[in-house]
């Protein structure tokens, strides 16, 4: 890792452990660059980079502005909070499946509607699927890349290419449940089945149900204490 990708990810680390709170100012370019010993150049090649991240609002000639990046980020936003926590938070990973329940029945209908024979080619893969987290979680990745790709809308894909380091680190934790591994094995081998016949309305239907099946296999597994942390979480949001 370079020396800019360096700063980056400890001013990142700063704004979500709260060392700098929205609506706060930051150093000075000057101030940073002696800092962290680097040339005002790359300093300012940060601060633009945490900019189109949605950490920073820029002004000219004055002290960058740290935003409230849960209301004022992107989708890089949400990689880089991954991407810089040693391990996925579990509001996280609602916050997320409370996404899937929106999008991914919308591209599963439009999959199996244009192109039931390859969602019937990838789900027929499960006949060789192994029951360990890592196999789960590189296999629903797949399922879900490809029934986005098959759906043709392409922003469909692309949003979900933005998840990518993130879903295969929250779907690792997710699959360490062998219970939740078994509702994913059902709900694929039930999907498998609508695609065989076609019935695009269904596997919409089913889709919704298993993303919001998911979200509750979560959330139940959380301790008091987590569940009290999760709430807290999403209700100062």
Same mark, same amino acid.
Not at 36 to 57: D, F, K
Not at 129 to 147: H, N, P, R
């Given at each position: 890792m370079n020396r800019t990708a360096m700063v980056e990810k400890e001013l990142i680390k700063a704004i979500l452990q709260g060392e700098y709170v929205a609506g706060s100012q930051i150093e000075t370019e000057r101030e940073?660059?002696?800092?962290?010993?680097?040339?005002?150049?790359?300093?300012?090649?940060?601060?633009?980079?945490?900019?189109?991240?949605?950490?920073?609002?820029?002004?000219?000639?004055?002290? *960058?502005?740290?935003?409230?990046?849960?209301? =004022?980020?992107?989708?890089?936003? &949400?990689?880089? &909070? &991954?991407?810089?926590?040693?391990?996925?938070?579990?509001?996280?990973?609602?916050?997320?499946?409370?996404?899937?329940?929106?999008?991914?029945?919308?591209?599963?209908?439009? *999959?199996?509607?244009?192109?039931?024979?390859?969602?019937? =080619?990838?789900? *027929?893969?499960?006949?060789?699927?192994?029951?360990?987290?890592?196999?789960?979680?590189?296999?629903?990745?797949?399922?879900?890349?490809?029934?986005?790709?098959?759906?043709?809308?392409?922003?469909?894909?692309?949003?979900?290419?933005?998840?990518?380091p993130a879903y295969l680190r929250m779907a690792l934790k997710y699959f360490e449940s062998s219970f939740r591994r078994e509702a994913s094995l059902s709900y694929y081998k039930k999907l498998l089945s609508y695609a065989l016949s076609g019935d695009d309305q269904q596997a919409e239907k089913l889709s919704q149900e298993m993303m919001k099946k998911s979200y509750d296999l979560w959330k139940n597994q959380l301790s008091p204490d987590e569940r009290i942390g999760v709430k807290f979480k999403l209700d100062s949001i």
């Open positions: 940073l660059a002696a800092l962290y010993e680097l040339g005002r150049p790359a300093i300012r090649e940060v601060l633009q980079r945490l900019s189109h991240g949605g950490w920073l609002t820029l002004r000219k000639g004055q002290r *960058a502005i740290v935003n409230d990046y849960w209301n =004022g980020g992107n989708i890089t936003t &949400i990689v880089d &909070i &991954i991407e810089y926590f040693d391990q996925v938070p579990d509001a996280f990973v609602l916050y997320f499946l409370e996404l899937r329940i929106a999008l991914t029945p919308q591209y599963v209908q439009k *999959a199996v509607l244009l192109n039931y024979p390859k969602v019937v =080619g990838l789900l *027929a893969e499960i006949d060789e699927l192994t029951d360990t987290a890592e196999a789960f979680a590189s296999y629903d990745w797949k399922v879900q890349k490809e029934l986005a790709r098959l759906s043709e809308n392409p922003l469909f894909s692309l949003v979900l290419n933005s998840f990518e």
